[in-house]
């Protein structure tokens, strides 16, 4: 089947897609670099899918079934992601600036390089994700699951759209300067395997 032939019924609604998934589970979907801008994909069925360099900017994702999908520098800024299921996904150098991934699974995801700048991450399960490198700038981590996360080199800084509180601020501000103590935004001090970059100019 051709690239052009999945594109096709991927258009074709959730149930004609979702069963056609099913009825085909051994072959791997392939859409990478595709535009899906604005795309209504809720509950689509992508699991283990090519989606490498695809723009999803302000798709429908909610309920979105992307486990172990390929995301690798796709596009997915102010996409709604809202209790999709992303684990294992490759998500390295990916753009989710301002996505909703509230209650989203992430565990077990590659966020290497990612940039997710103020990005909804409340209810979210982070729990074993590697941010190494990853920007994640104004995001408040204090509601989301974050056990096991990785975060070497990950950078940190104010946002004026999701601004921290006071005491997550002082909290994060103690752990960095002596890297050490029991939590730093939400993550446990053990995870830190090199030192997290912080911005506190904003």
Excluded at 160 to 165: G, R
Aim: aromatic letters at 6%; one cysteine or more.
């Amino acid at each position: 089947m051709t690239e052009q032939d999945q594109l096709a019924i991927l258009h074709q609604g959730r149930d004609v897609r979702n069963q056609w998934r099913q009825e085909h589970h051994a072959i791997q979907p392939d859409f990478s670099g595709e535009d899906f801008r604005g795309a209504h994909l809720s509950r689509v069925n992508l699991a283990g899918a090519l989606l490498n360099g695809a723009d999803f900017s302000g798709a429908d994702l909610r309920e979105a079934l992307l486990i172990r999908a390929d995301l690798s520098e796709a596009i997915l800024s102010q996409a709604q992601l809202v209790r999709a299921d992303l684990q294992g996904a490759n998500l390295t150098a990916a753009i989710l600036s301002d996505a909703n991934l509230g209650d989203a699974v992430l565990s077990d995801a590659d966020f290497s390089g990612a940039i997710r700048t103020c990005a909804e991450v409340t209810g979210t399960d982070f729990s074993k994700v590697d941010f190494r490198e990853a920007d994640l700038t104004g995001i408040d981590f204090s509601k989301a699951n974050t056990h096991g996360a990785r975060l070497g080199k990950a950078y940190f800084s104010g946002c004026s759209e999701t601004l921290m509180d006071e005491s997550y601020q002082q909290s994060l501000r103690a752990d960095t300067q002596r890297q050490q103590g029991k939590q730093l935004a939400g993550f446990d001090a053990e995870d830190l395997d090199e030192r997290v970059h912080v911005d506190w100019a904003n």
